[in-house]
């Protein structure tokens, strides 16, 4: 490459990274421009390029770690069950308010949730880990009736029998009917069609009363459940549960307990997976059943959270700068190892270095990534990655110059030298990342993504950047003082 186009294409570069560099650092540059505009009555426009995204280590927040009980789930449709929990965790959360919910998915039955500038762990776990399963249950058949009044017969007559006898003991009265699992507890049944099948509860308006209705959507299965289910019940009743209890407080009474009963009437065969529920007092009723159905929309039961953080403001606003503290006398250290160590080329290097940083945070924000603790860790990482690909290429450049070689020769062998080396390392570190990315929790991905993206950037940072750098100056007057490149 002539020196004219080596001149031009480093120009490029550097106008390339000034540009980035007011992307990456709108703050900053709109502080210098409004200097500028009261200094010398100019006109600079601001830059409007928003902030990074700051995960909860530094902006503060709640983290919470489930573990979905997947035991009555196939294994097949395992991974569709947890997508949906996914999707339904977040439907849920943004009912209240939540900005930038993150809900992820690790391992075979985990599930993260970040909730940004919440500040109660208890609040938190009340949205997401209280949210019960809906279910829908069909009338039990005069046969199941009869049999289910035989059972409750023969367990009284034990019961009476039993009842002075020193060795049989009533461990306690039934307070409540867990799940309305007990044989004799109910007119129903459990049916297929559960919140797993559920895509969506809106409320609408009837075209012609604009009385308020209730219109569900159900998935291509669920469709086909709930096609089967209204079949074979039509002119009945379907009764919605919500954790084992009715969906509203049908009898007024301020509570919902086992004496309400929620049941619409099936009145035909419904077909393509839509179906409106009518017949509801008022607006806010409508309103808050179908709150409810969205909430309740779960695929599988959660328990406790097994993982609970809750990281205040301050302390991540305290993170964040020491976090950038750290960053900038890291790079400091570097560069001052560089220069000391390696002199010009050294030099050289830092102002590259300057350039991949500017590109590297410019990167993050481009693909909306979210800046943690870790992930800063991971860009550090990368950044001493960066420098080890050019001590490589200095190394061997130094090896070249005591061959006799020029500097310009020098530059380009120890460039294809060092790049085998370099590329090896690099593409062995981004394996390892990439597998803690794929199989590590929230904090871990941001770190692998951020050291993998930090390391493509600094290969293009030190073998294409730098060595362009190295070959405008090797060709300048400064290639007559080799005691300035070894």
Do not use: C
């Not at 019940?233 to 929620?262: C, E, H, R």
């Not at 102002?351 to 991971?378: E, H, Q, R």
């Amino acid at each position: 490459m002539s020196n004219k186009k080596l001149v031009v294409s480093s120009v490029l570069i550097v106008l390339f990274a000034v540009l980035v560099s007011i992307y990456s650092f709108p703050q900053q540059y709109n502080s210098f421009t409004r200097d500028l505009n009261q200094k010398y009555q100019t006109n600079i426009p601001e830059a409007d390029f928003g902030d990074y995204k700051l995960g909860l280590d530094l902006k503060g927040g709640v983290h919470l770690e489930y573990k979905a009980d997947l035991s009555n789930i196939p294994e097949r449709e395992k991974p569709q069950v947890m997508e949906g929990l996914r999707d339904v965790i977040e439907r849920r959360v943004n009912i209240f308010g939540v900005t930038e919910p993150i809900v992820q998915i690790y391992g075979q039955d985990r599930i993260s949730v970040d909730l940004p500038s919440v500040d109660s762990v208890e609040q938190a776990i009340a949205w997401i880990g209280q949210t019960p399963l809906l279910e829908f249950y069909e009338e039990k058949s005069e046969e199941e009736l009869k049999a289910a009044e035989e059972v409750r017969k023969k367990v009284q007559e034990v019961m009476d029998a039993n009842k002075d006898n020193p060795d049989f003991d009533v461990m306690g009265e039934v307070q409540k009917i867990e799940g309305w699992e007990m044989a004799f507890a109910l007119p129903y049944k459990k049916t297929e069609l559960t919140g797993r099948y559920l895509k969506k509860a809106a409320l609408v308006n009837n075209p012609t009363t604009y009385a308020p209705e209730i219109e569900l959507q159900f998935n291509e299965e669920g469709s086909k459940i709930f096609e089967q289910l209204t079949e074979r019940n039509v002119d009945k009743t379907i009764a919605i549960f919500l954790d084992g209890q009715s969906i509203v407080d049908t009898n007024d009474d301020g509570v919902i307990d086992n004496n309400d009963m929620y049941a619409p009437r099936v009145n035909e065969k419904i077909i393509g997976g839509k179906a409106v529920i009518t017949g509801q007092k008022n607006i806010a009723e409508a309103k808050t059943l179908t709150q409810r159905l969205n909430q309740g929309a779960l695929p599988v039961p959660l328990g406790e959270p097994i993982v609970q953080q809750k990281i205040g403001p301050t302390l991540g606003s305290i993170s964040l700068t020491n976090a950038t503290k750290a960053a900038v006398v890291g790079f400091i250290a570097i560069a001052a190892f560089l220069v000391l160590f390696y002199r010009l080329p050294g030099l050289i290097a830092s102002f590259a270095l300057i350039i991949y940083v500017i590109l590297l945070m410019g990167a993050i924000k481009m693909f909306s990534a979210t800046l943690t603790l870790a992930g800063i860790g991971g860009l550090i990482l990368s950044l001493g990655m960066a420098v080890d690909a050019n001590i490589l290429i200095f190394s061997r450049m130094r090896e070249e110059l005591l061959n006799g070689k020029g500097v310009l020769a020098s530059v380009k062998e120890g460039v294809k030298r060092a790049w085998p080396s370099i590329r090896d390392g690099n593409f062995t570190t981004i394996i390892v990342a990439l597998i803690l990315y794929i199989f590590g929790t929230s904090f871990i991905k941001a770190f692998s993504f951020a050291l993998i993206l930090g390391i493509l950037i600094s290969m293009l940072s030190a073998v294409v950047i730098s060595n362009l750098f190295l070959q405008v100056v090797g060709k300048g007057k400064l290639s007559k003082y080799k005691g300035l490149w070894s």
